[in-house]
């Protein structure tokens, strides 16, 4: 039997509610792959790491945003969805509020809010991960 490595990473959808409108939380990233390209803020698991402490660290270091809390959504995990190795993402889901200011750090070269009704092009699978939490939270 042949093992291959598979890594797993985490992705936060964060939304913030306006009056009218959800915005998404998105970083664009510094580093390949999909360099310059917006994504959702996540990484890598560390060896030992709990997979929410893990979306928590990844959306602090990246974004300067804390939260005490956030709901497991789905694992995405198609072959090639990211073109270094197989890896698989648990997608997180946060909501928090509307005066809430990202500040980018870490591989994020900027944070910014996006209406959801305009998101730009995304990396990766990510459009899949956001269509995905925003149906289940009836947010589009």
Same mark, same amino acid.
């Given at each position: 039997m042949k093992i291959s490595e598979i890594f797993v990473t985490v992705d936060v959808v964060l939304i913030r509610k306006l009056i009218d409108?959800? *915005?998404?939380?998105?970083?664009?990233?510094?580093? *390949?792959?999909?360099?310059?390209?917006?994504?959702? $803020?996540?990484?890598?698991?560390d060896k030992n790491e709990d997979l929410e402490t893990a979306a928590m660290r990844e959306l602090a270091e990246e974004t300067s945003i804390t939260v005490s809390e956030l709901e497991q959504l789905k694992a995405f995990g198609k072959p090639?969805?990211? $073109?270094?190795?197989?890896?698989?993402?648990?997608?997180?889901?946060?909501?928090?509020? *509307?005066?809430?200011?990202?500040?980018?750090?870490d591989d994020a070269k900027e944070a910014k809010w996006f209406s959801v009704k305009e998101l730009p092009k995304l990396a990766f699978d990510h459009d899949e991960i956001i269509n995905f939490a925003l149906s289940k939270h009836k947010l589009k």
């Amino acid at each position: 039997m042949k093992i291959s490595e598979i890594f797993v990473t985490v992705d936060v959808v964060l939304i913030r509610k306006l009056i009218d409108d959800y *915005e998404l939380l998105l970083i664009k990233r510094r580093n *390949e792959p999909f360099k310059d390209n917006w994504a959702l $803020p996540g990484g890598f698991v560390d060896k030992n790491e709990d997979l929410e402490t893990a979306a928590m660290r990844e959306l602090a270091e990246e974004t300067s945003i804390t939260v005490s809390e956030l709901e497991q959504l789905k694992a995405f995990g198609k072959p090639f969805r990211d $073109p270094r190795n197989h890896v698989v993402s648990v997608a997180f889901f946060g909501m928090v509020d *509307e005066n809430i200011v990202a500040k980018a750090a870490d591989d994020a070269k900027e944070a910014k809010w996006f209406s959801v009704k305009e998101l730009p092009k995304l990396a990766f699978d990510h459009d899949e991960i956001i269509n995905f939490a925003l149906s289940k939270h009836k947010l589009k």
